[in-house]
């Protein structure tokens, strides 16, 4: 009888974990998707960034991510890490966002609550997450916006004179 219900048991705990699995990756799509949408959309750069950084972090837990760009006017990635170091995060990862031409898009960052590695599974998701910046970052700069937060379609218009 024992021997049954411990089967039984453990039968039912491997369900549960392809189950939990299986909502895993599709939660993972869905999001994937709604960025690709947010990219297609021309949703502003920024917001598609912190969207990125918002599904890893949640996607892996207990996580802060920071996706920068090289013209960004941030402080050094030592001095970050200090400061993410005040409080109490330590460094989990750094990952270039690339082209497919080997240029440098930009860098991401991510910082845990407990020290240790990415597994496996989290270095597959953080490929992923810096493959989803690099298309962003891409079309953002083909579309000619160098400014952050512009309204597709809308033309700016500077005054003639200043008086």
Known sequence: MDEYHSRSRARSQILR????????IQYSLQAEEQLLQSISARVPLLEVLDRICSAINSQIGNMVSLISLPDDDVTDDAA??????????????????????????????????????PSAREFHLIGRATCLAAIA???????????????PGRVLELPVSMN
Do not use: P, T, W
């Open 17 to 24: 974990l392809r189950r939990s699995s299986e909502d895993r």
């Open 80 to 117: 970050i890490a200090r400061i993410a170091a005040l409080f109490g995060l330590h460094a989990f990862c750094s990952a270039g966002v690339v082209a497919e031409n080997d240029e440098l898009l930009g860098s991401l960052e991510m910082y845990s609550c407990v020290q240790r590695r």
């Open 137 to 151: 970052i891409k079309r953002h700069n083909e579309a000619g916006h160098h400014g952050y937060g512009l309204v």
